[in-house]
């Protein structure tokens, strides 16, 4: 047996790791050290030196991408297929797990995946249906709720509302919430975990069985495990020492989302026998990227600590980029990423990471209008688009009629007809009778009392969907979608809307059959699903970590929160800026501020050569414009790390000016962004400016009397 591909492009540090005998194993160590490495020669070591099969294994990961290439990586390792081996998200693998077992764990066996935005049309739909006031109980309160107890293995009846109206009111709705789902055989994001521990906890049969099968347990980023996910780790391995974690307490961001950086703080005591190993190598970024990181991450006290350094070169300072607003910022960037790619780089080595998915759209724009091929993840991801998810509710609907957010959705889309009324009375029925809409308005037919007009408009949809499904049921996929979507008549629909984005959404219709065709069913043939079911579980599990062909080269453009295990050899992280990053809503609380700082951590580490931070002078953010400081990040980070690069005259011209608004520095005397004094309005900063020569004209926005249109040669205005 020659082990030498598993051990030899490892350290010592992580041979030891890799090498170490079975039994409980936690490996810590910071950004880019090579966890994610040591967990997949872990497995390929296991497959051969212990001689493990692959049906023995168990893989956590943080992304279906990533369970792609760590499934890749290790059959390039061994040099053969490893099918059989479970590697996945933790949603990934309870979706699974409940498939297998949808009976033992009390589901329908064409249960269907309630996304995030489903389930908040379905929290408004029970609002409604008790009768409560939107403003007063807002949609998103009760989503995090309802979720948060989920996370934390609690059910409505195990709540006690200890005489507190507000908490009987959200126990109220989570009950009827989930009455809903059990009708209509939906399953959230959270339930699928709940739901997957819930069936290990109470069928001792089946935990068993999977306790026999997988001797062999492994989880990437440990960090950032909830309390329900942790609770499931620990009953699968449960007495058998054989959990296998890698993590950074360092990179924890999902706090908020009630991971638990606990459960890696605490693992020596709370498993048996364990090891830890500390890796403290960095292969991944020059010095001054990592000592910036130290230096960052220094600034929270409570740490496990640890120290990084790497074998590398120092490489180029980080760089700073002051914008005057973020239309500037975004010019900026996509100029270094044109530069970098006429070096000869590929885009895909460029990322974009920012704070909130928001501030994707100004860098779209930017990237469609210099003809550079990009891909958002995590932003608005194509199976979340609203001409999707139109025709995606008629699959589901002929996949499992009882799918209520389904019908709401397609029952007048395209609009047939049917009214807010007459879809008041199909709920009201549902409620009375406790049936789900499809059932109610069959029933409302057959009832006679419907108005002749709504009822021809509801016979009608029935049958449509009818036909479908019996039209339908021997074709394949994309072509059951073709005939779907020619039939619902919903390409035509909106090829006419008038926002101006008609062609596109028919383009992503079309799109939409060309997703079914690359979906490759015998991939995902062993999730026990016909073809539809296997889709669509695909497509709400999976949307959006990516968007069109993964083979294209495209620039990265992600969230931060996405960005975590990637690496990239040019980062532009964005918007650090105070109110943006760290966000307004975790700038007070010190535990939140930490994790933004951790965050900060996450995004500097994702660089291996070269890294811009930028902030704008100015702001345009949800319709208003700010005026925020920089970061205090970028304060944290040692001066002589930094190479700050200043807006030239090049720089002074907004990206996408109206013709008018064009001008030439000379001619103004001031560049935009730059701080001017005015003799009675005080200090300013210009934002804008129009005309040449003696009626040339600039807006400053003064600190005390707000935004001004000034003409230059009468304003006296100086730099200050
Ligand atoms: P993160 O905390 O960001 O998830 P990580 O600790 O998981 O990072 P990896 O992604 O496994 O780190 O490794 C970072 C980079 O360093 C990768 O490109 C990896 O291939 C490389 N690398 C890791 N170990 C070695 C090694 N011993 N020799 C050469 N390259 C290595
Ligand atoms: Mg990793």
């Not at 975004?330 to 000869?344: K, L, N, P, T, W």
Request: hydrophobic share 40%.
């Amino acid at each position: 047996m020659d082990v030498s591909p598993i051990l030899d492009p490892l350290n010592e540090a992580q041979r030891d790791a890799v090498s170490a005998s079975v039994g409980n194993t936690l490996v810590l160590a910071g950004a880019g050290s090579g966890k994610t490495r040591v967990l997949v020669h872990r497995i390929a070591w296991l497959l051969t030196v212990e001689e493990a099969t692959p049906w023995s294994v168990l893989a956590v990961t943080f992304t279906n991408k990533a369970a792609k290439e760590m499934r890749g990586r290790i059959e390039e390792l061994l040099g053969q297929p490893i099918g059989g081996m479970w590697v996945g998200t933790f949603h990934g693998l309870a979706h699974r797990l409940l498939r297998a077992h949808w009976k033992e764990a009390g589901l329908p066996q064409s249960f269907q995946i309630l996304d995030s935005d489903d389930q908040f049309r379905m929290i408004k739909r029970i609002l409604k249906s008790l009768d409560l006031d939107d403003a007063k109980w807002p949609p998103r309160q009760v989503q995090w709720f309802i979720n948060g107890k989920k996370d934390e293995g609690l059910r409505a009846q195990h709540l006690d509302d200890g005489g507190d109206p507000y908490q009987h009111q959200m126990i109220r709705i989570y009950t009827e919430y989930q009455a809903a789902c059990e009708r209509g055989g939906m399953v959230d994001f959270a339930e699928l975990l709940l739901r997957a521990h819930e069936l290990w906890r109470d069928r001792a049969d089946i935990l068993q069985h999977y306790q026999a099968r997988f001797r062999h347990v492994l989880v990437d980023e440990f960090q950032d495990t909830n309390a329900i996910q942790y609770a499931w780790l620990r009953l699968l391995t449960r007495g058998q020492d054989n959990l296998f974690v890698v993590g950074d307490d360092d990179q924890s961001i999902y706090g908020w989302r009630g991971a638990q950086v606990e459960n890696i703080r605490n693992f020596e005591q709370n498993c048996s026998n364990s090891r830890m190993f500390k890796l403290e190598q960095n292969y991944r970024s020059t010095g001054n990227i990592l000592n910036a990181a130290n230096a960052l991450i220094g600034n929270n006290p409570s740490r496990l600590g640890k120290q990084l350094w790497t074998a590398d070169g120092e490489g180029d300072p980080i760089n700073l980029y002051s914008a005057f607003n973020e239309v500037d910022e975004a010019r900026f960037v996509i100029e270094r990423i044109r530069q970098f790619i006429s070096d000869g780089n590929s885009r895909s080595e460029s990322a974009i990471l920012y704070r909130t998915s928001a501030q994707s759209r100004i860098f779209e724009e930017a990237l469609v209008q210099s003809a550079i091929p990009y891909r958002v993840y995590g932003g608005l991801r194509f199976f979340e688009r609203a001409e999707i998810r139109d025709a995606m509710a008629y699959l589901r609907l002929l996949n499992n009629p009882d799918d209520d957010a389904a019908f709401e959705r397609a029952v007048n889309m395209p609009p047939r007809g049917i009214g807010p009324k007459t879809v008041d009375a199909v709920r009201a029925h549902a409620r009375d009778f406790n049936v789900s809409l499809w059932v109610a308005t069959a029933e409302l037919l057959k009832g006679g009392a419907m108005p002749r007009r709504a009822a021809n408009s509801l016979q009608g949809f029935l049958d449509l969907v009818e036909e479908l499904r019996i039209d339908t049921a021997a074709l394949d996929l994309p072509e059951k979608v073709e005939q779907v979507l020619a039939a619902s008549r919903l390409p035509e629909h909106f090829e006419k809307s008038r926002d101006g984005k008609g062609q596109d959404r028919k383009e992503n219709l079309e799109e939409l059959v060309n997703a079914t065709r690359q979906f490759g069913y015998e991939a995902h043939a062993d999730e026990e699903m016909d073809e539809l079911s296997s889709f669509l579980s695909h497509a709400a599990l999976e949307a959006g970590e990516a968007q069109g062909d993964p083979f294209e080269d495209c620039v990265q453009l992600m969230t931060l929160h996405s960005a975590k295990g990637l690496e990239f050899p040019l980062v532009f992280l964005v918007g650090v800026e105070e109110g943006l990053f760290p966000h307004s809503m975790s700038a007070d609380d010190p535990e939140r501020l930490e994790e933004e700082r951790r965050l900060c951590y996450v995004g500097v580490t994702r660089a291996m050569q070269t890294l811009y931070m930028s902030h704008a002078e100015s702001r345009r953010l949800h319709g208003q414009e700010n005026y925020p400081r920089p970061s205090r990040f970028l304060r944290e980070i040692p001066s002589s790390l930094m190479r700050e690069i200043r807006s030239g005259p090049q720089v002074t011209q907004p990206l996408y000016s109206k013709p008018a608004r064009a001008y030439t520095d000379e001619s103004v005397g001031f560049s935009l962004g730059q701080r001017v004094i005015h003799p009675k309005f005080g200090e300013g900063v210009v934002l804008n400016a129009e005309g040449q020569g003696r009626s040339a004209r600039v807006q400053v926005n003064f600190e005390t009397e707000g935004s001004k249109w000034l003409v230059v040669a009468y304003a006296n205005l100086s730099p200050c």
